[in-house]
């Protein structure tokens, strides 16, 4: 796989009729060559066999820093880019991306596209402010993302409120977004703040979401790494009754000196996965009795 890729899996959706998960990773390709962010997915057996064949979309040129990975209903995949800024201080259109695939043959293609960071700079100060982005979007970054009944949920990495707590919005119309590449209509709106802290070197550090999964008794999963600081840390968290507001996670595991970058259910019934990045180094994944 390394000879093909980078591969540093930040999220995972299971594929219960085909027995096998589909993957993103933050990079593809190799840095600073021709396959530079080649429109790929991985996919991996339920014993955790990473094929060495990735698998294609069609549809657009490249995949940029591509965070989460859910499904809809009828078959779409949704796939999000970060908006976030690259170590270099730029954030190309393709950083910005919320794709819609359908499945082609072994691969997929893109069913529609919008592009968010730069239609909520669009938004105006107002609007951004009612998200929990009151000086903008310069420090957006968006890790986690979940479906249900028919919504979006996006869980932020940064910013923060004030409080220290990491934000989630909802996505009310995804379609309405997608097909008419606007937000109005499309019901975008902070739904809820939880705090979701790490344990890093020893001591608590801010926490941002790095993925969120609604589990099927209603109840929902958050995966957290250091909100803004430098190492590798994170926690698993669950909260009985997401109900929007001010959530009251409760902590199910640290991860010292690891990155939970992906949490979805299980093939295996019962369990949640949890996948890790581990930039150049393999990467692995755990298996965890969901609560609930």
Known sequence: MRQRSRFEPSGILPRPAEGRYLLVSDDTGHKDAEDEGVPWLFAM?????????????????????????TAGDGGDVYLLSSQGYSAKGK???????????????????????AYLAELLDAAGPAALAELGLPGGTRPLEIEGMAYRDGALYFGLKSPLDAE??????????????LEGRRLEGAGLSLWARARVDVELNGAPAPGGISDLCFL????????????????????????????????????????PGQKPEGISLALSPGKLIVVFDAGAEAPSFLELPWQG
């Open 91 to 113: 954030r190309k259109k393709a950083r910005t991306a919320l794709l819609r695939l359908k499945q082609d043959g072994r691969g997929f293609r893109v069913d529609a596209e």
């Open 164 to 177: 220290g707590n990491a934000l989630i919005w909802r996505l009310g119309a995804p379609r309405a977004l």
């Open 45 to 69: 057996s339920a014993a955790g066999a990473v094929d060495p064949e990735p698998v294609p979309v069609l549809g657009v040129k490249e995949l940029a820093d591509i965070e989460s990975i």
């Open 216 to 255: 099927p008794d209603g109840s929902l999963a958050i995966a957290s790494t250091p909100s803004t600081a430098d190492g590798a840390a994170g926690s698993l968290f669950h909260v009985l009754r997401p109900e929007g507001g001010v959530l009251s996670p409760s902590l199910v595991r640290r991860f």
